[in-house]
């Protein structure tokens, strides 16, 4: 896919200024169709497209969690594992807010605000990701050490599911 042929949104901007390689997938965006869609409009199994999701932590402080398409987020275990009280999803307007990007369309790559990231470990033991590349219907695939690099997170095992 040509340059030209692909959004350039701020994930895109923060990607090109790591140095960091990627190759922009886009697909049709479906309501509610999350991970799903895109796994199989793209052909990928849907444990190398990776959701990013918002979660609220105790009081009010957003964090980005980044997991498998087919697994969930264990909400008491990240709570355990953060040493807090509660832990569950964000509501959509503070998602947005913090992140600059519209539900459905967040990359944990170049958020409005800077955020803790955790990342599920096994992540980062797959070759290639699919990940939200800042806009709804745009993923961007790529190498999952490049993932660590532009955005250090925190290892996690949070996961429920395969």
């Not at 503070?94 to 409005?112: E, H, K, L, N």
């Not at 925190?154 to 599911?161: K, Q």
């Amino acid at each position: 896919m040509r340059k030209d042929e692909y959004p350039i949104t701020q994930a895109v901007r923060f990607l090109r200024a790591k140095g960091i390689d990627f190759v922009p997938h886009r697909y049709p965006f479906v309501e509610h169709g999350g991970t799903r869609q895109a796994a199989t409009t793209l052909s990928v199994p849907e444990h190398r497209v990776i959701k990013t999701l918002l979660m609220d932590i105790d009081e009010r402080q957003p964090v980005i969690v980044l997991m498998h398409g087919d697994c969930e987020v264990s909400s008491k275990t990240l709570a355990r594992r953060l040493g807090v009280k509660r832990a569950g999803p964000c509501d959509v307007k503070t998602a947005q807010r913090c992140t600059g990007y519209q539900v459905g369309g967040i990359s944990p790559f170049g958020t409005r605000e800077r955020l803790r990231v955790f990342v599920e470990s096994s992540i980062l033991d797959l070759d290639r990701i699919f990940i939200n590349g800042g806009k709804r219907g745009f993923m961007v695939e790529m190498d999952p050490r490049d993932l660590e690099k532009a955005l250090e997170p925190e290892r996690v095992s949070v996961a429920i599911g395969p």
